[in-house]
């Protein structure tokens, strides 16, 4: 039974260190990735760059022990209260063996990113007990043209900064976007559209740590040590740019690791660009047919991942889950004061 650890929450003039563990998005947006920097600088922070930052090796900033060392570099150092990553990508996966999970055990810090950077989210946790925090990434998230989106600052503020205190509910955005504008010329900000809403797809109340991530990802270290027990969890999944073949494959893959016979609750975020094309029934259809005969609740298009503006899912701590009502409703912070 992991012994359960809150790092500290964030306050200004915190230092916060920059990490890139797959795709080199600083090399390849430069100017969007200052943007980002800029506005955790807006927000009171100080920067601490890793030493990948600025690194491209194709697919990837550096080599695997090269981006270990970088995270490690940042665990290790007193002065860095936080750790956000830049963007996601396709192999963070490959760095679980090589990180310093003792030094997060000494310090616990906020680690905070989405997509593939799932990996470095659950290993951490696992690991260490420590809450992690799936949410924004800096070039994506807090380098949006022109500034980061109001309500995403505000999710970010709430969670690591602890402007707001459990137990309270969380709100679903009035306006949601997934368009995508290139990042090399965009010159304007992204069209937003009404939020239908969080969907009840089976009704019921349950209670439950929040774990959960990218499931792309998951497939890259599911079973492995650094894949957490999710008895009694309220799990959380969301993608981007899949297909319905590409998800079921995804689901089956966790009913056939025993996943869905022990959680208590399920939230599916909203999907970026899911291409349901050539298929006769919805992603809905298709998780019911994999789950086969469950009995927990189940709540669909929430506002976590890929699309704007998404929540901070603290990796750990207990929720309470109302897929009747609608409703996800933190029970305890994050952060500890």
């Not at 100017?31 to 100080?46: A, D, N, P, V």
């Not at 319905?244 to 970026?272: N, P, Q, T, W, Y």
């Amino acid at each position: 039974m992991l012994t359960k650890k809150h790092p500290p929450a964030l306050r200004p003039g915190d230092t916060i260190g920059i990490i890139t563990p797959s795709f080199p998005a600083p090399a390849r947006f430069p100017e969007r990735y200052t943007r980002g920097i800029e506005q955790l600088k807006r927000m009171g922070f100080i920067v601490r760059e890793g030493s990948c930052t600025h690194r491209s090796e194709g697919y990837r900033s550096a080599s695997i022990q090269e981006r270990a060392e970088e995270f490690n570099a940042l665990l290790r150092d007193p002065d860095v209260k936080a750790i956000i990553s830049t963007i996601g990508g396709t192999n963070s996966n490959s760095l679980l063996p090589y990180i310093d999970y003792e030094a997060l055990r000494r310090q616990p810090k906020i680690i905070m990113g989405y997509s593939d950077v799932t990996a470095l989210l659950l290993a951490c946790y696992t690991q260490t007990g420590v809450t992690t925090f799936y949410g924004p990434a800096i070039v994506p998230s807090f380098g949006e043209y022109e500034t980061m989106f109001a309500d995403g600052e505000r999710y970010v503020r709430e969670v690591l900064g602890l402007e707001r205190t459990a137990p309270y509910t969380l709100d679903v955005p009035r306006e949601w976007t997934e368009e995508m504008i290139d990042w090399s010329t965009q010159d304007r900000e992204k069209t937003f559209r009404p939020n239908d809403g969080w969907l009840t797809l089976r009704d019921g109340q349950a209670q439950g740590r929040l774990i959960g991530g990218n499931m792309n990802t998951m497939t890259g270290f599911l079973k492995s040590d650094y894949f957490p027990d999710v008895t009694g969890a309220i799990l959380f999944l969301e993608d981007s740019f899949k297909t319905m073949a590409d998800e079921e494959r995804s689901l089956s893959m966790l009913k056939l690791a025993g996943v869905f016979d022990v959680i208590s609750g399920l939230v599916i975020g909203k999907h970026e660009h899911f291409d349901a094309a050539g298929a006769p029934f919805s992603f809905e259809d298709l998780l019911l047919e994999v789950l086969g005969d469950v009995d927990f609740p189940i709540l669909t298009n929430v506002d976590i991942g890929h699309t704007f503006p998404s929540h901070v899912f603290p990796i750990g701590i207990e929720v309470e889950l109302d897929a009747t009502a609608g409703t996800i409703t933190f029970l305890e912070n994050g952060v500890m004061p």
